[in-house]
């Protein structure tokens, strides 16, 4: 079973750039589907991006494409989320999380906060305007 934990988050002015880094413990982060979810307060968690076990697929929702790019490298086990051009919005606390029933190589992970069952415990980035 892979452990997740995140860093990288922090304050930054609007318009700013943060990159997150979600190390993982355990030889098969590289056979794991990944994603990044956050929840701001008083809203459900919510998908950001998903990436497929080489990284060749990728998925994001509408509000952060063009400015977020999700990454892995797998020989460092690390997933990484580089967030440019950043918006009051994107405050919330992010999570990373793995996707184990995704058997192919080449999906990304899926959109449902239900679908991944390894969470690490969350980074908060705020956003000031």
């Known amino acids: 079973q892979v452990q997740l934990v995140e860093s990288g988050g922090g304050v930054v002015q609007a318009g700013g750039s943060l990159r997150l880094s979600c190390a993982a413990s355990g030889r098969t982060f590289s056979t794991y589907a990944m994603g990044w979810f956050r929840q701001a307060p008083g809203k459900e968690r919510e998908f950001v991006a998903s990436i497929s076990w080489g990284g060749g697929s990728r998925d994001y929702v509408d509000s952060v494409k063009g400015r977020f790019t999700i990454s892995r490298d797998n020989a460092k086990n690390t997933l990484y989320l580089q967030m440019n051009s950043l918006k009051p919005e994107d405050t919330a606390v992010y999570y990373c999380?793995?996707?184990?029933?995704?058997?192919?190589?080449?999906?990304?992970?899926?959109?449902?906060?239900?679908?991944?069952?390894?969470w690490g415990q969350g980074t908060q980035v705020t956003v000031s305007s």
């Open positions: 999380a793995a996707d184990p029933k995704i058997t192919s190589p080449l999906r990304a992970g899926l959109r449902l906060v239900g679908e991944y069952d390894v």
